[in-house]
């Protein structure tokens, strides 16, 4: 399954005065929280590549455009970070919670659109509370369920 793809961003409505890499900025950073969560799939992704984003020697969406060709998809993730990623970042509904929330959590620093937040940890920390907090919610639901 895939979840993301810059393709899916670069039509009419992607910002013109935008480098392309701007696309995935936020793709990169839900990339990035998964590692720091352990979400992604072992096969993929290694300790040493948890360690490179835990001490933020590279920029958030660093693996997205490195290993992933821009694009986000279910053989990246484990398969919790799959159930999850199901549900939060490409639910059934129109406008998916992640993006919501990436919205949410960027438009405080008064962007022309969300794909102007500039690709730095700083973005990231502003988006890990809501990423955080679903993730707890989710977590909670699917113990009630099992």
Same mark, same amino acid.
């Given at each position: 399954?895939? $979840?993301?793809? @810059?393709?899916?961003?670069?039509? @009419?409505?992607?910002?013109?005065? +935008?480098?392309?890499?701007?696309?995935?900025?936020?793709?990169?950073?839900? /990339?990035?929280? #998964? /590692?720091?969560?352990? +979400?992604?799939?072992? *096969?993929?992704?290694?300790?040493?590549?948890?360690?490179?984003?835990?001490?933020?020697?590279?920029?958030?969406?660093?693996?997205?455009?490195?290993? #992933?060709?821009? *694009?986000? /998809?279910?053989?990246? &993730?484990?398969?919790?970070?799959?159930?999850?990623?199901?549900?939060?970042?490409?639910?059934?509904?129109?406008?998916?919670? $992640?993006?919501?929330?990436?919205?949410?959590?960027?438009?405080? /620093?008064?962007?022309?659109?969300?794909?102007?937040?500039?690709?730095?940890?700083?973005?990231? @920390?502003?988006?890990?509370?809501? &990423?955080? *907090?679903? &993730?707890?919610?989710?977590? *909670?639901?699917?113990?009630? &369920?099992?």
């Amino acid at each position: 399954m895939k $979840y993301d793809d @810059d393709a899916w961003h670069l039509g @009419d409505d992607f910002p013109e005065n +935008l480098n392309e890499r701007a696309a995935v900025t936020h793709v990169g950073i839900f /990339l990035a929280w #998964c /590692l720091e969560n352990e +979400l992604t799939d072992p *096969k993929s992704f290694t300790e040493a590549d948890r360690e490179v984003m835990s001490q933020r020697r590279q920029a958030p969406s660093y693996f997205i455009h490195q290993r #992933c060709d821009r *694009k986000l /998809l279910d053989a990246h &993730l484990s398969e919790e970070g799959n159930a999850f990623a199901h549900e939060y970042y490409s639910s059934t509904d129109e406008d998916p919670h $992640y993006i919501r929330d990436y919205e949410r959590a960027v438009r405080r /620093l008064r962007l022309e659109t969300m794909y102007h937040a500039p690709d730095t940890w700083e973005s990231y @920390d502003r988006v890990r509370p809501y &990423l955080d *907090k679903a &993730l707890a919610s989710w977590r *909670k639901r699917q113990a009630r &369920l099992h």
